[in-house]
């Protein structure tokens, strides 16, 4: 029987964050093709090379790498002003976009009068707001399922002003019924009619990149051999079924994500790469069970720069949360782990992990997802510090002995290795474990992708 070549999935097992852009970019030299598969730009992955900052919403990760082909999916939902503006930070050529950056013409476009109808919601909603990005991603996917939506394909068509027209206007009148008016809204920084007439110019650029069936694309480049990593973005713990609901994303951020936001069967799937940080971060609303308060919270934040690359809202921030991310670890199928900011816990005296639940008085193993009781309460187990800097560690055996303690208790709660520690935001940054299985899927030392 001849052997099936698959592609990899790296997603994040926390409520995103992650750090899921960087370590895609350091994968990428062992890859021919970097493919999204959901969301939108409510992501912000987040990369730092050469003294240089990078923030992308919706174009993957693997685009700093000449040679690489990469693919947004029809899984994800498209902005074009916001890809625009990509865009003009990357400043490529417009003959190396079209050798390296492809989009799916089923992918379903996200309308100004979208994040009209967000803001709307969310502001509906009061105390009980989700913490949307406002980015009109909810509205999109709901306009997808409802059978209503725009796709990149259809601005082909003649009639597509015409169509466009129409969504708009329900959308306004949507959006009045909810008590809320045109002019009360701004679109980073700019008035509905200022950024339609920007958005309008960006699908103009988003048209001349190269349009391609995602499902077929991606299976005939693994029919060929080429070595495939599917990109996710937000996290496991936001996913709209299996997360914290409803405080979660309009999509499915799991591996069965990648399935259906590329059109790849489940049996193409090879590796996954479960992305998490040394500590735990949420932004919006929510179950926080491990959420840490004053000075440490404090800590954490500063140390980790922890504030949205999407809306600039500070992230909550907390200790690792064991059994989330044994559950996470387990609705994905993770093979492999990769282990985040470590280096913000640097200056730690003590290290809180969370291994369990109390609920008046009673054990309890799962992670919350619903809004969860107010009773419940972490069960923490608490471990030394390392109080030292990382930067002279050139490999994962030269960490301080307590780093590695922390790294040996993590793998034997959720029976799965870390092979990856990032010990800072550059791309050097980045430690491989000696005679790790990462290793031999990518073939780091011998086989680069060509």
Same mark, same amino acid.
């Given at each position: 029987?001849?052997?099936?070549? !698959? #592609?990899?999935?790296?997603?994040?097992?926390?409520?995103?964050?992650?750090?899921?852009?960087?370590?895609?970019?350091?994968?990428?030299?062992?890859?021919?093709?970097?493919?999204?598969?959901?969301?939108?730009?409510?992501?912000?992955?987040?990369?730092?090379?050469?003294?240089?900052?990078?923030?992308?919403?919706?174009?993957?990760?693997?685009?700093?790498?000449?040679?690489?082909?990469?693919?947004?999916?029809?899984?994800?939902?498209?902005?074009?002003?916001?890809?625009?503006?990509?865009?003009?930070?990357?400043?490529?050529?417009?003959?190396?976009?079209?050798?390296?950056?492809?989009?799916?013409?089923?992918?379903?476009?996200?309308?100004?009068?979208?994040?009209?109808?967000?803001?709307?919601?969310?502001?509906?909603?009061?105390?009980?707001?989700?913490?949307?990005?406002?980015?009109?991603?909810?509205?999109?996917?709901?306009?997808?399922?409802?059978?209503?939506?725009?796709?990149?394909?259809?601005?082909?068509?003649?009639?597509?002003?015409?169509?466009?027209? #129409?969504?708009?206007?329900?959308?306004?009148?949507?959006?009045?019924?909810?008590?809320?008016?045109?002019?009360?809204?701004?679109?980073?920084?700019?008035?509905?009619?200022?950024?339609?007439?920007?958005?309008?110019?960006?699908?103009?650029?988003?048209?001349?990149?190269?349009?391609?069936?995602?499902?077929?694309?991606?299976?005939?480049?693994?029919? !060929?051999?080429?070595?495939?990593?599917?990109?996710?973005?937000?996290?496991?713990?936001?996913?709209?079924?299996?997360?914290?609901?409803?405080?979660?994303?309009?999509?499915?951020?799991?591996?069965?994500?990648?399935?259906?936001?590329?059109?790849?069967?489940?049996?193409?799937?090879?590796?996954?790469?479960?992305?998490?940080?040394?500590?735990?971060?949420?932004?919006?609303?929510?179950?926080?069970?491990?959420?840490?308060?004053?000075?440490?919270?404090?800590?954490?934040?500063?140390?980790?720069?922890?504030?949205?690359?999407?809306?600039?809202?500070?992230?909550?921030?907390?200790?690792?949360?064991?059994?989330?991310?044994?559950?996470?670890?387990?609705?994905?199928?993770?093979?492999?782990?990769?282990?985040?900011?470590?280096?913000?816990?640097?200056?730690?005296?003590?290290?809180?992990?969370?291994? #369990?639940?109390?609920?008046?008085?009673?054990?309890?193993?799962?992670?919350?997802?619903?809004?969860?009781?107010?009773?419940?309460?972490?069960?923490?187990?608490?471990?030394?510090?390392?109080?030292?800097?990382?930067?002279? #560690?050139?490999?994962?055996?030269?960490?301080?002995?307590?780093?590695?303690?922390?790294?040996?208790?993590?793998?034997?709660?959720?029976?799965?290795?870390?092979?990856?520690?990032?010990?800072?935001?550059?791309?050097?940054?980045?430690?491989?474990?000696?005679?790790?299985?990462?290793?031999?899927?990518?073939?780091?030392?011998?086989?680069?992708?060509?």
């Amino acid at each position: 029987m001849v052997e099936v070549n !698959k #592609a990899d999935v790296l997603l994040g097992l926390q409520w995103g964050d992650e750090g899921k852009g960087k370590i895609v970019d350091v994968l990428t030299p062992h890859y021919k093709m970097v493919a999204r598969f959901q969301g939108g730009p409510n992501a912000g992955h987040t990369l730092v090379f050469e003294g240089k900052k990078y923030i992308l919403h919706t174009i993957p990760s693997g685009i700093f790498h000449r040679g690489c082909v990469n693919l947004v999916g029809n899984g994800v939902v498209l902005d074009p002003f916001i890809i625009n503006n990509e865009l003009d930070q990357l400043n490529l050529p417009l003959d190396v976009l079209k050798e390296s950056l492809f989009v799916c013409g089923k992918a379903h476009l996200i309308l100004p009068s979208h994040r009209l109808l967000d803001a709307a919601f969310e502001k509906k909603k009061g105390k009980g707001k989700i913490g949307s990005t406002l980015k009109g991603i909810g509205p999109a996917y709901t306009d997808k399922v409802a059978r209503t939506g725009l796709r990149l394909a259809d601005t082909a068509s003649v009639t597509f002003r015409e169509k466009y027209n #129409a969504l708009k206007e329900e959308h306004l009148r949507l959006a009045g019924d909810l008590g809320y008016a045109l002019d009360e809204l701004t679109l980073d920084g700019l008035s509905f009619p200022e950024y339609e007439d920007a958005w309008f110019q960006g699908l103009e650029r988003l048209k001349a990149l190269p349009r391609v069936q995602s499902e077929v694309f991606v299976n005939e480049a693994l029919d !060929k051999g080429a070595r495939v990593l599917a990109e996710g973005a937000q996290g496991t713990l936001l996913d709209i079924d299996f997360g914290s609901y409803p405080y979660v994303t309009s999509s499915n951020t799991i591996t069965a994500g990648a399935c259906i936001g590329l059109g790849v069967a489940p049996t193409r799937i090879g590796e996954v790469f479960g992305v998490f940080k040394a500590y735990c971060t949420r932004v919006g609303s929510g179950p926080f069970p491990t959420e840490a308060v004053d000075e440490e919270a404090t800590h954490l934040r500063e140390q980790g720069n922890e504030y949205g690359s999407t809306t600039g809202r500070p992230r909550r921030c907390g200790w690792l949360d064991l059994p989330a991310l044994r559950y996470a670890v387990m609705i994905n199928g993770a093979t492999r782990l990769i282990m985040t900011k470590v280096d913000v816990l640097n200056r730690m005296e003590t290290i809180k992990v969370c291994v #369990a639940y109390d609920l008046n008085g009673e054990t309890q193993t799962l992670p919350p997802l619903s809004s969860g009781p107010d009773n419940l309460r972490p069960v923490y187990r608490e471990l030394p510090g390392w109080q030292c800097s990382l930067e002279n #560690a050139e490999t994962f055996e030269q960490l301080p002995q307590a780093l590695l303690n922390y790294v040996a208790m993590i793998e034997d709660f959720v029976n799965v290795p870390v092979d990856i520690i990032s010990t800072g935001p550059d791309r050097q940054q980045t430690l491989i474990r000696k005679g790790a299985g990462i290793l031999k899927r990518l073939a780091v030392i011998n086989e680069p992708q060509k």
